[in-house]
């Protein structure tokens, strides 16, 4: 699996921006996409997660109720949607796939549950 994400850029506070991770090569019907984001001397982390077998998803508290994830079956794609961004959103944001149907959402945020990762697409927040 081959994973392109885009839609990163220089944004102010508050504004919005989103990004997209489009899969390529294998089938991904039993796969759960993931973004994660890391910021400079910072630690990857989870940002959000959804099962594409069935739309479930789960998010990390520092943006739930701002961030969306979202799905297009037919593009392979999965989006991000960031409103009422913040300057510690700033970070390199990843998409990853872990092609193994899992549906325990409590393993969705640990980085070694996915087995493919995009190359990352900079998102910075000025304030």
């Known amino acids: 699996v081959q994973l392109q994400a885009s839609g990163g850029g220089l944004v102010q506070a508050g504004d919005s921006l989103r990004l997209s991770c489009a899969a390529s090569?294998?089938?991904?019907?039993?796969?759960?996409l993931g973004w994660f984001r890391q910021a400079p001397g910072k630690e990857r982390e989870f940002v959000a997660a959804?099962?594409?077998?069935?739309?479930?998803?789960y998010y990390s508290d520092s943006v739930k109720g701002r961030f969306t994830i979202s799905k297009i079956n037919a593009q392979k794609t999965v989006y991000l949607q960031m409103d009422s961004l913040k300057p510690e959103d700033t970070a390199v944001y990843y998409c990853?796939?872990?092609?193994?149907?899992?549906?325990?959402?409590?393993?969705?945020?640990?980085?070694?549950?996915?087995?493919?990762w995009g190359q990352g697409t900079l998102v910075t927040v000025s304030s």
């Open positions: 959804m099962a594409w077998y069935n739309a479930r998803t």
């Open positions: 090569g294998d089938s991904i019907g039993s796969a759960v």
């Open positions: 990853a796939v872990d092609l193994v149907r899992n549906v325990d959402r409590s393993t969705w945020s640990r980085p070694d549950t996915y087995s493919y």
